[in-house]
């Protein structure tokens, strides 16, 4: 099921179909993030050397433990409804059937959704990406923050109820956390950069 499904969210005087086909036909660069934030479709760089570097070491652990037909996906566009918007997070888990189609998909199915903050959006990843996700019903949120007040630290939220998530688990970096099942995974996070 794609995003056309989710309710048009009412604000800047545009139907939703208009603002998800303004998305589907940016032509921005090559590797550039094109995201629909508070009905406005952005553009943004391409992900920091940083991000690939963080990313990498968690899917390698994550692929031992999926289960046969789930992939882990870098560029998965994820529709939040109520919020306005469509992410594509820095590592989202499904399974693979409900990744094929036209690139943005409810999120319920997601089983673990990684974002990584960056200097310049970091308070946006705390509070309106936890925000967004839990509202929309993902069920592992992992929050990898190199930038919490000089001591790097990994977050995982879960079990969502009522557009809230409760903190599940926090460590600095160095520490291991926990991935509950389906993955039943203790990560490393002492093998994450450190910016």
């Known amino acids: 099921m794609g995003v056309r499904a989710v309710e048009p969210v009412p604000g800047h005087g545009q139907d939703w179909d208009d603002i998800v086909r303004i998305w589907e036909e940016t032509d921005a660069p090559e590797g550039c993030k094109v995201e629909i934030i508070e009905e406005i479709v952005t553009v943004a760089p391409p992900p920091s050397d940083d991000h690939s ?31 306005g918007g469509i992410r594509v997070p820095d590592l989202v888990v499904l399974p693979r059937a409900a990744a094929s189609g036209p690139g943005y998909h409810v999120p319920a199915v997601a089983r ?29 949120f992992l929050l990898l923050d190199p930038w919490h007040s000089g001591r790097p630290t990994a977050t995982l939220y879960g079990e969502p109820e009522s557009g809230t998530y409760r903190v599940l688990e926090t460590v600095e970096y160095g520490g291991k956390i926990s991935l509950r099942e389906p993955f039943g995974l203790d990560l490393d996070t002492g093998v994450l950069p450190v910016s």
Do not use: F, M
């Open 112 to 140: 673990l959704v990684v974002e990584i903050t960056s200097r310049a959006n970091a308070d946006h990843d705390r509070v309106g990406k936890v925000n967004g996700y839990a509202k929309a019903g993902v069920e592992l």
């Open 53 to 83: 570097a963080t990313a990498s070491p968690l899917q390698r652990p994550l692929c031992t433990v999926i289960p046969e037909g789930w992939g882990i996906y870098q560029t998965l566009g994820v529709a939040l409804p109520g919020r």
